[in-house]
């Protein structure tokens, strides 16, 4: 069943009593979590609604199916408004200071997949969130973790998961995401030099469609190198 049928299925269910329950209102949110964004996607869930207003009037009255109405068309764009963004640009320490943040609000899990790592004041944090707790790994290009000052076998020497690109190509993404809600990307590498001498720049976000494809790739790589 696609979302869409699963959500109309909720839906009908909530009008067999004229209100939506606690637990049915937490189910459409997590089911709109996964069309958020999608314009064309939300925009039949409207039409769905509103279909069944229409036709739920003769049954609980104007008023009531439309305060229902009301409920879902907020719920439907209730998650416009809790997403978070913000950028970020180098030279200089912004950069550098909002990735050693989002490595310390990183409460379960934090998945890193950098081109590189040799700036030794992120590794502290990644090792700091490893040692609370919180379950890390990292993808890393095969030969950048070869350079001279590179931290990846240092931190796999601390038990946190490593893997590396083994393709003849460079892995060259430089992504992290922490507790599957929020994304860290741009084209900031994490060495030194991309705070003292490049132009760089990272973003930061929680837009829960973006997180979920960065989230897939990661697991997508992650799997194929094993």
């Known amino acids: 069943m696609n979302e869409v049928h699963h959500i109309e299925q909720v839906l009908i269910d909530s009008l067999e009593d004229f209100s939506i329950s606690r637990t049915e209102r937490k189910e459409l949110k997590e089911l709109l979590a996964g069309i958020h964004g999608n314009v064309a996607e939300q925009a039949k869930v409207r039409q769905l609604a509103f279909r069944l207003a229409a036709k739920s009037i003769g049954e609980i009255g104007e008023m009531a199916a439309m305060d229902w109405l009301q409920s879902i068309i907020k719920l439907i ?16 320490e912004n950069c550098l200071h909002r990735i ?7 409460q379960s899990t934090l998945d890193i997949c950098v081109f590189t790592i040799t700036d030794n004041r992120i590794v502290e944090k990644i090792i700091d969130a490893h040692a609370r707790g919180v379950k890390v790994r990292i993808i890393s290009d095969n030969d950048k973790s070869e350079d001279l000052g590179s931290d990846f076998d240092y931190l796999a020497n601390k038990g946190i998961a490593c893997r590396a690109d083994r393709t003849d190509a ?22 030194r030099s991309a705070a003292t001498e490049n132009n ?27």
């Open 77 to 92: 764009y209730s998650q416009e408004a809790e997403v978070k963004s913000s950028a970020y640009f180098s030279p200089g």
């Open 100 to 106: 050693q943040q989002f490595i310390r609000e990183a």
């Open 200 to 226: 760089e720049n990272v973003t930061i976000t929680n837009h829960k469609k973006l997180v979920r494809q960065f989230q897939n790739e990661f697991l997508r790589l992650w799997s194929s190198l094993k």
């Open 170 to 191: 460079h892995m060259h993404h430089k992504f992290a995401i922490a507790d599957d809600n929020k994304l860290l990307n741009g084209s900031y590498n994490w060495t």
